[in-house]
């Protein structure tokens, strides 16, 4: 069973940056599409950015150009770098593994970090 530790959630004031990082316990991992999804209170969980094999990179509108997902086949670790964050970004942030069939599909969950935006 894949294991997916995610870290280096907490609170930041509005147009702060955070990086976040996940860590996973898998052979595959250079094989996996890669992603990072949030649900706030009240919302439904969306899809924030995600990672291809070759390193295409796709993001949700809310963040396209703040917040930037990067991977690391070596250390086994995939990164959300977020940037000018604004209190509509507070949720808690889950990786996961996953593929691409017509769009990216999580199949291995992280357990979540929480992220606050606020002053």
């Known amino acids: 069973q894949v294991q997916l530790v995610e870290s280096g959630g907490g609170l930041v004031q509005p147009g702060g940056s955070l990086r976040l990082s996940c860590t996973a316990s898998t052979s595959h991992f250079s094989n996996s599409a890669l992603g990072w999804y949030r649900q706030a209170p009240g919302h439904q969980r969306e899809l924030v950015a995600s990672?291809?094999?070759?390193?295409?990179?796709d993001y949700a509108d809310s963040v396209a150009g703040r917040f930037t997902i990067s991977r690391d086949n070596v250390e086994n670790t995939v990164y959300l770098q977020m940037n000018r964050l604004k209190p509509e970004d507070t949720a808690v942030y889950y990786c996961?593994?996953?593929?691409?069939?017509?769009?990216?599909?999580?199949?291995?969950w992280g357990q979540g970090t929480q992220v606050t935006v606020s002053s």
């Open positions: 990672i291809s094999v070759s390193g295409r990179t």
């Open positions: 996961n593994l996953g593929y691409y069939s017509g769009r990216y599909r999580p199949t291995d």
